[in-house]
């Protein structure tokens, strides 16, 4: 009998790759090794400096590990990291969902099934734990539904606007690539598993831009990294169409037989001249005409863009227009060219038979409950009314970091008639304000399976270990609070098994399959060559007329966020803000692990020379970022990083810095363009020097 065995897993953590993880048991049935699976074309072996350091997290003293009950007479609020569990006393599973049951039967039948919001995001991307029993418990209770925008919404609505599915260029295809911008993407930081195709590439002669505000990992290893005004990126597409179309550099055969609204197109981008782009992006006129020229005659072209384009006010209009520009040339047709955002229209799951929205027909209101805006969250939790939120469950996603208008948000969560659940690993920010936290499964822990967003591979994740303590996966929790409510449907009593199979049935792949083969790749070599579009027209719309029905803008079109340093509130807030993501967390997940923060260099704010000596600001001093949402207090950082007019900091958790709120105390709950999303970079704010006596106070750590 052998000492150990090898199970076959998958990373379900919120990132293109998708990563074929293999986990090692020991005859104890310990994990005691993950490693990346060598056979996956795109794991290719290895994993991310977060992920290879994920046992760590699974068995960190600090797992949540058995439910418990907030103290009576113990305040909702921040708690000092490792002094969290002083709020609750432990109560069994049994208590527990009776108790959520009881509580929100009684907030149901008092203020309307509607005061009831979930809250949940891609804590797992795990297709069951991210939606499916979760969806049809709230679906049959009545509550209210959550539009879920705080991610993608405007980047994914753009590309189906303009292709009609999301689908791009394989990662395994950018070897072959000859030029590959990378636009809003730090593909070295947070798409790993890609770079080691664009490195390829690059040996054999390819050349790498990036286009980012931000002196990335990427940036700093580019053949040309183009530093942009935040928000301007439409701008900058727009223009290099202008003069892709202007000198005839178009591929004519492809925008004849392939697209719509040529023309208008045509028309539409003459205002945009290489010297109006460069006042607008920051950008020399020469460099736009350069990177034209390069781009439109240099084949294969591929643009890897990410979604942090689509975070700005006029986010939508720029991944529209950045995702035009490879049907302009006619990359598409070349196995090397295109474009990559998403490729997650690969796997059409059943939606429909996982997530049961007939049961909303079922439901006290007997019909589809109303929709909240997760972007809006600060909103909901307090102005919200017709009901008002009276109970608030979250489960994948910490809210109390993540959300923008952090005050806003937080104030919601204090409120004493707000009965609060949470569903989570550690005890983070959010279950400061919880009145009962549940344990929850990490993805060694429960058998799940997914497809991905940056590649075209569908993967089955094995269960590798039992769970720890008493944490249970969504799958479990929702089921049995289904029961408890007296919800008589057989839904509530399925299996992973069942649920997997419900999912696949629009799949050509069953679960068996699945469960042998392990990963089974979806064929998209070159998915929009031949003109193969889901669009009104069938065509790639240039031109939209689905959008101008909706009083949307029909081509994409450049209007200055309104915060930004052309916006309306430049003048008092002279400096635009990126509150970026940390290179080595994942949003907010690993950010309290002592093995990933010392990968990080938290607590800080990268200024311009120019901006900070403008404010008699060094290296090293302590500022105050603010505006009138909120203040944050961080050491300046002159490291060339950002270009002027420009300051950045990474999210953190609020009980881990420096002045016990992070990034988002500053951020807006303004939505963008399309996908009514939110809009984390078009932020400006004012920086001041703290003088010695504020930096001396008890709250720096």
Known sequence: MPSSKTVQAVCSHDCPDSCAVLVTIDEAGRATKVQGDPTHPITRGFLCGKVAKYLERVYSPARL?????????????????????????????????????????????????????????????GVLGYGSMDRRFFHRLGASRLDRTICATAGGDALLSVYGKKLGTAPEHFRHARYIIAWAANIHGNNVHLWPFVEEARRN???????????????????????IHPGTDAALALGLMRIIIEEGLY???????????????????????????????????????????????????????????????????????????????????????????STSGAFPFNGEALERPDLMLASPLGRPARIVNMSRLGHALTELTSPPVKAFFVYNSNPAAIAPNQNAVLRGLLRNDLFTVVHEQFLTDTTDFADIVLPATTFLEHKDFQGAYGHYFLQMSEQAIEPLGEAR?????????GQRMGFTEPCFRDSVDELIEQALALEPTTREQLEEKKRIRRDFCLPFAQGVFATPSGKVEFYSSALAAQG??????????????????????????????????????????????????????AMHDGDAGAREIREGDWVEVYNSRGTIRLRARLDGSVPAGVVAASLNWNKLSTSGGNVNALTSERLTDLGRGATFYSTLVEVRKLSPEEAQTSSLR
């Open 65 to 125: 590990l058995q439910p418990m009950r907030r103290l009576p007479g113990s305040p909702k609020g921040k708690m000092p990291a490792g002094r969290e569990a002083d709020a609750f006393e432990p109560i069994n599973w049994d208590e527990a969902l009776d108790l959520i049951a009881e509580r929100l039967g009684r907030i149901a039948e008092e203020h309307g099934p509607e005061s009831i919001l979930p809250y949940s995001y891609a804590g797992t991307i």
């Open 251 to 341: 591929d004519e055969d492809y925008v004849g037989r392939h697209t719509h609204g040529f023309a208008a197109l045509r028309d539409h981008v003459q205002p945009y001249t290489p010297e109006h782009v460069a006042d607008l992006t920051g950008i020399p006129a020469a460099d736009i005409e350069r990177l034209a020229h390069e781009y439109a005659t240099t084949s294969p072209a591929v643009i890897r863009v990410n979604y942090g384009i689509q975070r700005s006010q006029n986010g939508g209009a720029a991944a529209r227009a950045v995702c035009m520009l490879p049907a302009l040339i006619g990359a598409w047709k070349q196995v090397g060219g295109g474009l990559q955002l």
């Open 473 to 481: 996966s969504n799958v479990w929790l929702f089921g049995q609070l």
């Open 552 to 605: 949307l803008d029909p081509l994409p079109t450049f209007h200055p966020p309104d915060e930004s340093r052309r916006g309306v509130h430049a003048h008092t807030f002279p400096l635009e803000f990126l509150p970026r993501k940390a290179d080595n967390y994942m949003n907010s997940t690993f950010a309290n692990l002592p093995g990933h923060q010392k990968m990080e260099t938290p607590g800080i704010v």
């Open 205 to 227: 002669g390819a050349k790498l831009v990036v286009i980012d505000p931000y002196r990335t990992r990427t940036a700093k290893v580019a053949d040309w990294h183009i530093p």
